[in-house]
């Protein structure tokens, strides 16, 4: 009995460890699951709650922290589709193009909406692929024939809108802008592509309407893109009052990262303040524009070369007189004598100034502005009449220089030409150049424009264009041959080339190739009237190509 009753108890024993054991591993088992369920929940909390914050920095404009934010909801979840095309809509936004592109591209098939092909669209837009552009575009299309979308189909017409303006389509550009106004009056960039076109193509008035419309539809007034570009389309028609308080507005509103938008708008404010003679203001604002960007980036570009020229002037001077040997021979004239450089220089400084005095008259009686040379659309006109002014001034101080040397104007200035047509065809050379520099870009663009605004034919411009050839009575006739005397025949050159496009202004690289190829024609043929054919020929093009081809007309935009 003894030995059964120990068996007994062991074998209770055992069953009491056993249920022990099978408690605890129930327990472990349970936590184990518990922990699975809630790490697994936490994660997915994690991907949506970076994502949403992804969307909630991009509407509020901050593109750097909306990036993080996407950046962190696809490292917990890489294949998230949603964050993908969220961050590649951001890095757009950011300029970062070719990252944009490949996200894009990765998720155009898993997102069935359009949105994938707009934003393709505008990638496309910012590298000049207008072709893609429209291949993208027209793919948003068919698919938004499958899943409307009123904030995508108002996204649409504002890319074609920009192609429209690429292609110097300017009423199809309009067109589209008001469709996609028409979409989502709400939407700001709707507002703004469409002011900043008004703007361009000189009609202020029609922007500050459209952008005081959106204020006054959706009662923000904090928006630091309208508040400037408003005060830009006040201070183009005038209202030096209202663009100050709404550019000190945009200022304020700018986050600390945006500092080229911030100096831009404080360069404006400098500009405006020195046209109401508040000299201390406008130092001040100046002074914190160059603090906020590099003052080598402001004047990069067109600017450098020509500061480089205007040494190449000096330099070419100094070369000049260190060749002259010594003489104490006293020179006897009889009959007609040639002018001096002295004189040469007395003449274009002369007609700059008086020139530059009557485009400053201009902006004061016109504009009550000063400055109306640096101020948009209004310096259009005034950079139009500063020209055609010098040149007219250059033509007749000429005349009465060469004939009070006791010259015949004409006959010496123009001199004789058999064959016109080569300067015909010199102008038609001037005439290709200048598209395809004008088209091409080099160089992002940083060598500058052309120096008269075409894409506002106004009856100042037009004059300009058709007076503007006489500057080389000048420059070729009157400034080589005293340069060609005392110096050489190739410093005389560099030196009227350097100085015509010095005078002209931009873009100076192309203009210092003009001058170069006008001077060299005219030391070899000694023919003032082939060089001012040259210069017609180009301007007449010019014109001709703007009024009849869109895409000519797109160059100047």
């Known amino acids: 009995m003894g030995v059964v009753s120990g068996l007994l108890g062991s074998v209770g024993r055992l069953r009491g460890a056993l249920a022990s054991v099978a408690l605890v591993t129930a327990v472990v088992a349970a936590v184990i699951t518990t922990l699975a369920g809630s790490f697994a929940s936490a994660q997915s909390f994690d991907e949506n709650r970076y994502y949403q914050q992804c969307l909630?920095?991009?509407?509020?404009?901050?593109?750097?922290?909306?990036?993080?934010?996407?950046?962190?909801?696809?490292?917990?979840?890489?294949?998230?589709?949603?964050?993908?095309?969220?961050?590649?809509?951001?890095?757009?936004?950011?300029g970062e193009i070719a990252s944009a592109q490949t996200r894009l591209r990765r998720v155009q098939n898993v997102i069935t909406d359009a949105w994938p092909m707009v934003l393709l669209a505008e990638a496309a837009l910012e590298t000049d692929r207008v072709v893609d552009a429209e291949g993208y575009l027209r793919q948003a299309r068919s698919r938004l024939i499958d899943r409307a979308n009123r904030e995508l189909e108002g996204r649409v017409n504002l890319t074609a809108g920009r192609i429209s303006e690429k292609r110097g389509e300017y009423s199809q550009a309009f067109d589209h802008y008001a469709a996609a106004i028409a979409a989502d009056s709400l939407d700001v960039n709707f507002r703004l592509a469409d002011a900043r076109l008004k703007l361009r193509l000189g009609e202020a008035a029609a922007a500050?309407?459209?952008?005081?419309?959106?204020?006054?539809?959706?009662?923000?007034?904090?928006?630091?893109?309208?508040?400037?570009?408003?005060?830009?389309?006040?201070?183009?028609?005038?209202?030096?009052?209202?663009?100050?308080?709404?550019?000190?507005?945009?200022?304020?509103?700018?986050?600390?990262?945006?500092?080229?938008?911030?100096?831009?708008?404080?360069?404006?404010?400098?500009?405006?303040?020195?046209?109401?003679?508040?000299?201390?203001?406008?130092?001040?604002?100046?002074?914190e524009s160059f603090r906020r960007e590099n003052l080598l980036s402001f004047v990069a570009g067109n600017a450098i070369i020509w500061l480089l020229l205007l040494l190449v002037v000096v330099g070419a001077h100094l070369v000049g007189e260190s060749r002259i040997?010594?003489?104490?021979?006293?020179?006897?004239?009889?009959?007609?004598?040639?002018?001096?450089?002295?004189?040469?220089?007395?003449?274009?400084?002369?007609?700059?100034?008086?020139?530059?005095?009557?485009?400053?008259?201009?902006?004061?009686?016109?504009?009550?502005?000063?400055?109306?040379?640096?101020?948009?659309?209004?310096?259009?006109?005034?950079?139009?009449?500063?020209?055609?002014?010098?040149?007219?001034?250059?033509?007749?101080?000429?005349?009465?220089?060469?004939?009070?040397?006791?010259?015949?104007?004409?006959?010496?200035?123009?001199?004789?030409?058999?064959?016109?047509?080569?300067?015909?065809?010199?102008?038609?050379?001037?005439?290709?150049?200048?598209?395809?520099?004008?088209?091409?870009?080099?160089?992002?663009?940083i060598l500058g424009g052309f120096y008269l605004d075409l894409l506002q034919l106004t009856p100042f411009v037009v004059a300009a264009l058709i007076l503007l050839p006489l500057i080389e009575l000048f420059f070729r006739a009157f400034l080589i041959p005293p340069l060609a005397k005392r110096y050489d025949g190739t410093i005389a050159t560099v030196i009227s080339g350097s100085l015509y496009a010095l005078v002209l202004g931009t873009p100076v690289a192309i203009l210092f190739l003009f001058g170069l190829l006008l001077g060299d024609a005219f030391r070899r043929r000694r023919s003032g009237l082939e060089t001012l054919l040259a210069q017609l020929t180009l301007h007449v093009g010019l014109v001709v190509a703007v009024l009849v081809s869109p895409w000519a007309k797109s160059l100047f935009f």
């Open 56 to 94: 909630l920095f991009e509407a509020r404009g901050d593109l750097e922290n909306a990036k993080f934010a996407c950046l962190n909801a696809l490292q917990v979840r890489p294949g998230f589709a949603d964050a993908d095309l969220a961050l590649a809509r951001v890095e757009l936004a950011l």
């Open 208 to 287: 500050e309407r459209q952008l005081v419309d959106y204020m006054s539809l959706t009662g923000d007034d904090r928006n630091a893109s309208v508040r400037s570009l408003l005060g830009m389309a006040q201070w183009a028609q005038g209202n030096t009052t209202g663009a100050t308080g709404n550019l000190e507005v945009a200022h304020q509103l700018r986050g600390s990262r945006d500092v080229v938008a911030q100096s831009r708008d404080l360069r404006s404010l400098g500009l405006i303040y020195y046209s109401e003679g508040d000299l201390q203001a406008g130092n001040l604002a100046m002074r």
């Open 325 to 445: 040997a010594s003489s104490n021979s006293l020179e006897v004239f009889d009959g007609p004598r040639l002018w001096s450089v002295g004189q040469v220089y007395g003449i274009l400084i002369a007609a700059v100034l008086i020139a530059l005095l009557a485009a400053i008259f201009y902006g004061v009686i016109r504009y009550e502005n000063p400055l109306v040379l640096l101020t948009p659309s209004q310096g259009s006109d005034a950079r139009a009449l500063f020209l055609l002014t010098m040149s007219v001034l250059l033509a007749l101080l000429v005349s009465r220089r060469v004939q009070g040397n006791g010259f015949e104007p004409l006959e010496k200035l123009l001199g004789e030409s058999k064959k016109p047509m080569i300067g015909i065809g010199w102008g038609l050379v001037m005439l290709g150049l200048m598209l395809a520099y004008l088209h091409y870009r080099p160089m992002n663009g």
